[in-house]
């Protein structure tokens, strides 16, 4: 089966995004506006006769190469990928490029409207709102500052699935500080 890419201009041209075919490479070039990312490229690539999915955003973070942080913006790029559905992270040492992408094979199925959705959609939120932000924070710091959007949503999930917990927590952290302090003279 397979998918070609007639089909992902169709599923393009139905989220209203303008884009490049380039049939020599198998692939369709595209871009979107974004409040972390300049330029932010994207690349959906067909190998293998449309068999393997690969979509990308090349150059995402420059100047990575010879960055007194180089080891923890690589390391946090390892992390995010561990925290994160789907996405991955690639770093050409030749050049210094660092990609985010979403690959999968196909092989006899079709890629759906609904699944190149969700690879295209999540690609550009997970990259300019988390991963972005948290890795210029590594590259002037050289410190992870962690996902803090994951947190809240964890402590949300929390609140909303117990109500009431968050309060007891809180109550109960307060209780452990006041027991491990000495009153001050």
């Known amino acids: 089966m397979a998918a070609d890419l007639q089909q992902i201009a169709y599923y393009l041209d139905n989220l209203g995004w303008d884009y490049r075919i380039d049939p020599e490479e198998g692939r369709i070039i595209t871009g979107v506006e974004s409040d972390n990312v300049e330029d932010f490229l ?48 690639e770093y050409d040492p030749s050049d210094g490029e660092i990609r985010a992408i979403i690959e999968f094979p196909l092989e006899d199925s079709i890629l759906t409207e609904k699944q190149f959705n969700r690879c295209l959609h999540g690609l550009v939120q997970l990259v300019d709102s988390v991963a972005i932000p948290r890795l210029m924070a590594v590259m002037e710091t050289g410190h992870d500052p962690g996902n803090v959007e994951l947190g809240e949503r964890i402590l949300l999930s929390i609140q909303e699935q117990s109500p009431g917990l968050l309060d007891l927590l809180e109550k109960a952290m307060e209780a452990r500080k006041k027991r491990g302090s000495f009153p001050s003279e």
């Open 42 to 89: 994207i690349v959906v690539q067909l190998d293998e006769e449309g068999k393997y999915f690969r979509l990308f955003a090349p150059q995402v973070l420059s100047g990575v190469s010879d960055h007194p942080h180089k080891a923890a913006i690589l390391q946090t790029m390892l992390y995010i990928s561990w925290e994160t559905k789907m996405l991955q992270w």
